[in-house]
């Protein structure tokens, strides 16, 4: 049984550090589940379903946020509503991707070669995306004003999102069932190329995150219970996985939003490329 809590206690661990970080926490989940010969369909499944912990931090550490949204919406009020109905078409994309191509992505992307291959492409893809908006500033600052990374300065940013933009997000997003791609990196580079200063493009990626981890785990969570509760400390290694990921992820999402206006990108996308070319190199 601690050996079980043990690893649980890790995988919450990776889960919370990882989610909200553009470096993908499936792929950490991958990788760190073949490391400790976890890879049956139990373990698959409590990889994701742990997801649900930082799911809950996100929530609560916006509850003002959407408290503010149920508001806006039994008023009517028109930010609000465009708001939810932009976090709604970028939402849309992924269930219909999910369900076509889940059990294939299980099937042959869980394993530390794709997941190598997603970590560098998408870290090289990050500075690609960096280098260009710092050369757009640049070349045309009268089109780009300077914004204010402070809190709360995203709010007006989000506001002027187009559906296009949250339709291009949404679509980006998809791309994230690649494990390695990262959920957290496709949805904040997506609305950096869309002209959202980088704190603004991560704020909606958390909230995006609410309804797309919650169905996620949802999901893989009623068709594969019975492999979790079945498998040896199933149920202690979902609450130990769960409440970890919690505590770390609401200290993470903190840390990231304070400063991520000064880091940018770029050292996530090095991290990145440098532990999926270890990762290959040992393969």
Known sequence: MASWIGIALLLGLVEGLTEFLPVSSTGH?????????????????????????????????????????????ARRDEASLRLLVRLGVAFVPVVPAG??????????????????????????????????????????????????????AERDELAGLTLTHAALIGLAQCLSLWPGASRAMVTIVAGRACGLSTRAAAEFSFLLAIPTLGAATSYDFAKHAHD????????????????????????????????????????????????????????
């Open 228 to 283: 979790i509760f079945a498998a040896p400390g199933g149920t202690t290694s979902l609450v130990v996985g769960l409440v970890t990921a919690f505590a770390v992820a609401w200290l993470v999402i903190a840390a990231f939003l304070r400063y991520v206006g000064r880091l940018g990108l770029v050292p996530f996308a090095l991290y990145r490329i440098v532990l999926g070319a270890l990762v290959l190199l040992l393969a």
């Open 99 to 152: 369900l076509l191509v889940g059990k294939l992505v299980k099937e042959r992307l869980f394993g530390p070669v794709p997941v190598a291959g997603a970590l560098v492409v998408g870290g090289l893809v990050m500075i690609a995306v960096e280098r260009w908006q710092t050369r757009r500033r640049r070349a045309h600052p009268e089109a780009a004003p300077a914004r204010s990374e402070a809190a709360g």
């Open 29 to 73: 989940l991958v990788l760190l589940s073949r490391w400790l010969g976890h890879v049956t369909e139990a373990d698959k499944t409590l990889d994701v379903v742990i997801q649900a912990g930082a799911v809950l931090a996100a929530a609560i550490y916006f509850r003002q946020r959407i408290a503010a949204l149920v508001r806006g919406l």
